[in-house]
């Protein structure tokens, strides 16, 4: 089977989320930035966060190390239209199958990559977009922290009486990232019956939305303000699961029906825990707070492994509540983790990929440096080093010129 090709308009972190998903799957990646402005840094801001971790290495900051290996770097300046040719021809000649972008959509026409002019250079190509609100609204910019709020996920996350709070992780970000790799596969499954390209728009907001399944329907039931609001720890409807102290920590308990329930008040700890009203979720939803006490009460008690035994054997839904390390040394996570390589030979250990696939990448390359691959990639699509050097020259293309020597 052939390799695909895919070439990637990409800052930030929810479309190179997204194209590390095809890196994985052992396809070619090549992420486009912006030639140098001289009104800052070169290229993806994301290069320049974090610590540094290597000698020189500046434009390859921690930071953007994951979401970044197994890919290639080319500058282009779509604003030129000899960048716009170039890209043209890269589409046309390298045989790309994926382009993707997460710039604004008012910015399509202009840059020479809306789907329109790249469909017509390459019928069968599959494109997809990323932006906070869609092609709707075209010059909405949008970042995770702002989605999140705007999506009322911020709403929803956080203790009752505290303020709303960020996920400790970009949901939105991934969410839009992994809506474009859903979208891509579909796309190539359609090409394979038609032969034919497909658009894929995904807006971060709408896409962030899907996931409000729990609160969104509840407001054609007239619900309670507190069942589409901050609940802390605690699940809204499944009474008593929720996060409670224990001598050295916390422990997770979910208790998903009635049974579970009476299988925790059968263990000798939590005998005094029933009564005739918290036999079933609804009487234990209308003791709620009392019963979050009187769990409390018990399980500070005890240590965090004594009560992990005792719902492991009495198969009850739990969890202790990991820091980061911990996560990473869980044996079911350990050896799935993907890996990279420094310069300096040192493997590096990431997050593993979401769902296990034969023949997967998982040992990629090292992020590239900022251009690293432009003379490389215009050379396959047909320009002379005369031509590739007059690319840089004027500013349509950025290469470090050891490159082409």
């Not at 901050?230 to 996060?243: E, L, M, S, V, Y």
């Not at 399980?299 to 198969?315: H, I, K, N, P």
């Not at 983790?337 to 090292?366: C, N």
Request: hydrophobic residues 40%.
């Amino acid at each position: 089977m052939k390799q695909k090709t895919v070439l990637s308009l990409e800052q930030a972190l929810s479309l190179p989320s997204a194209t590390l998903r095809f890196a994985q799957l052992g396809w070619r990646v090549i992420r486009i930035e912006a030639t140098p402005t001289g009104r800052g840094l070169p290229g993806d801001p994301n290069r320049y966060i974090g610590k540094s971790i290597i000698p020189d290495g500046d434009d390859r900051r921690s930071y953007f190390m994951a979401p970044n290996v197994g890919k290639e770097s080319i500058a282009l300046n779509l604003k030129d239209p000899a960048g716009r040719a170039a890209l043209h021809r890269i589409i046309r000649e390298v045989e790309v199958d994926i382009f993707c972008c997460n710039t604004l959509p008012g910015r399509y026409v202009q840059m020479g990559i809306d789907y329109d002019t790249l469909s017509a250079i390459r019928p069968e190509l599959i494109w997809a977009g990323i932006s906070a609100m869609g092609p709707d609204y075209p010059g909405v910019p949008g970042y995770d922290p702002a989605i999140q709020a705007m999506s009322g996920f911020m709403e929803v996350t956080g203790q009752e009486d505290g303020p709303p709070t960020l996920s400790g992780v970009p949901l939105i970000d991934l969410k839009a990232g992994d809506e474009v790799y859903a979208g891509v596969m579909l796309g190539l499954a359609e090409r394979a019956e038609t032969g034919r390209g497909k658009r894929i728009d995904v807006s971060m907001l709408q896409a962030a939305a899907s996931w409000l399944i729990t609160t969104l329907p509840l407001l054609d039931f007239d619900c309670d303000t507190s069942e589409i609001t901050r609940c802390g720890n605690q699940h809204r409807k499944f009474i008593p699961t929720n996060a409670y102290p224990t001598k050295d920590g916390f422990v997770y308990i979910a208790i998903g029906n009635d049974i579970q329930w009476q299988r925790m008040t059968e263990i000798p700890k939590f005998t005094s825990l029933a009564n005739e009203v918290r036999k079933t979720n609804e009487g234990r939803h209308r003791e709620r707070q009392s019963l979050y006490r009187d769990i409390g009460a018990l399980t500070s008690q005890y240590s965090t492994g004594e009560l992990v035994s005792d719902f492991m054997a009495a198969t009850i839904p739990h969890a202790r509540i990991n820091d980061i390390p911990a996560v990473a040394a869980l044996p079911a996570i350990r050896d799935k983790l993907t890996t990279t390589r420094l310069p300096d030979g040192r493997k590096i250990h990431m997050q593993p990929m979401a769902v296990d696939v034969a023949g997967a990448v998982t040992d990629l390359s090292f992020p590239p440096g900022y251009g690293a691959d432009t003379a490389q990639v215009l050379a396959e699509a047909g320009f002379s080093a005369d031509d590739r050097a007059e690319l840089q020259e004027n500013g349509a293309v950025y290469y470090a010129s050891e490159q082409d020597s």
